[in-house]
């Protein structure tokens, strides 16, 4: 059931919503949370598409608020909101509203969603594209418990990634980071068959990918050892290669679909490490709204020896900025990048 209003206002929006439901047979509110997508015209109908089916996980008052600038100075001035009212069949498991907003109101847009938002329940924020610096003070990540970013849509993500973590605020989170779970649990899992010490990590993939530099970045967090970045042409992350007392660790997938996990000492075994699809990884964020403490970690970790200490700080001030990798051929290895400190003690990565 689709409800199309013109020149509206956020109260018949809700009056829509509940004649809406009233007539569909459910006026029961059951869903959990909120998610707000902040978007444009261009990419919000992959947006809601990714939304409606992660519904079915997760059911949900989706609100989609499209922000359309004019480019005449008088439309500038007139403030309109125009909603589309979905319910039933064509929200997915949820209810969906479509909020477009032109002139005045779009420096506003908090003013119209507050009302719009499900009493007592969470509130998600997600950017599927140019995402705020600072999404917590935007003031719409303001009413969120959690704020999803996208730095692979980014046209520099690692400077991104540098401005999420200087800005990080307890709730913050990035798809890119999502994407690289499946990798992270499988080589936790590898670690923990074997018991040796690794004393080098090499992170082979897409020049530029964040999922490859906050796998870096974690690997170097978690377990204090030299992370060097080597790049390939994908798609996105290739391999990842443990250097331990006990043999070679790799992971390998040069297909985006089937990974190799071989082992020193064990036979080599075919893993399904697929490249997952927006609404899968919306749908795991929404699993868990506390904040990501490991996602923390690993993005100051790694960020903070990007960025190079400060000079006179004493310990690491004396080691070199590491170097954002530069073009280089296919699978031809990078300078070392993410490196652990000196004084730091081998060890194995903790699984989480």
């Not at 690993?298 to 400060?310: K, Q």
Request: net charge negative; glycine share 6%.
């Amino acid at each position: 059931m689709k409800t199309d209003l013109t020149d509206t206002t956020a109260s018949k929006i809700n009056k829509a919503l509940v004649q809406g439901r009233r007539a569909i047979g459910t006026p029961a509110i059951g869903m959990v949370l909120t998610l707000v997508i902040v978007t444009d015209e261009e990419n919000a109908y992959d947006a809601l598409k990714a939304a409606g089916d992660a519904s079915h996980e997760h059911p949900s008052r989706t609100l989609v608020v499209i922000k359309r600038v004019s480019r005449s100075p008088r439309d500038r001035t007139r403030s309109r909101l125009d909603a589309e009212v979905r319910l039933g069949a064509d929200a997915g498991t949820g209810e969906t509203v479509v909020l477009r907003l032109h002139g005045e109101v779009v420096e506003h847009a908090q003013s119209v969603v507050l009302p719009l938002l499900l009493p007592d329940a969470p509130v998600v924020v997600w950017w599927p594209v140019n995402a705020p610096l600072d999404p917590a003070s935007d003031p719409l990540g303001a009413l969120a418990q959690r704020r999803v970013t996208d730095t692979y849509a980014c046209e520099q993500p690692v400077e991104e990634l540098i401005a999420r973590a200087g800005n990080y605020t307890p709730g913050d989170t990035d798809l890119s980071w999502t994407r690289i779970t499946p990798w992270r649990s499988m080589l936790a899992a590898a670690l923990d068959q074997v018991t040796c010490e690794v004393q080098g990590v090499e992170v082979e993939g897409e020049e530029f990918n964040p999922s490859c530099e906050l796998l870096a970045m974690w690997l170097a967090d978690r377990l204090q050892v030299p992370v060097e970045r080597s790049v390939s042409t994908g798609p996105g992350l290739t391999a990842v290669r443990l250097d331990t007392d006990c043999g070679p660790i790799a992971l390998d997938r040069g297909d985006g679909t089937l990974a190799n996990l071989s082992i020193q000492g064990q036979p080599n075994r075919a893993v399904a490490l697929k490249r997952r699809d927006t609404a899968e990884l919306i749908a795991e964020e929404l699993r868990r709204l506390d904040p990501d403490d490991t996602y923390a970690s690993a993005l100051r970790y790694g960020v903070d020896r990007l960025n190079g200490p400060a000079k006179g700080a004493g310990g690491d001030a004396d080691r070199e900025p590491l170097a954002v990798p530069a073009p280089v051929e296919t699978a031809a290895k990078a300078p070392a990048k993410y490196a652990a400190q000196e004084t730091a003690p081998v060890r194995k990565a903790a699984a989480k």
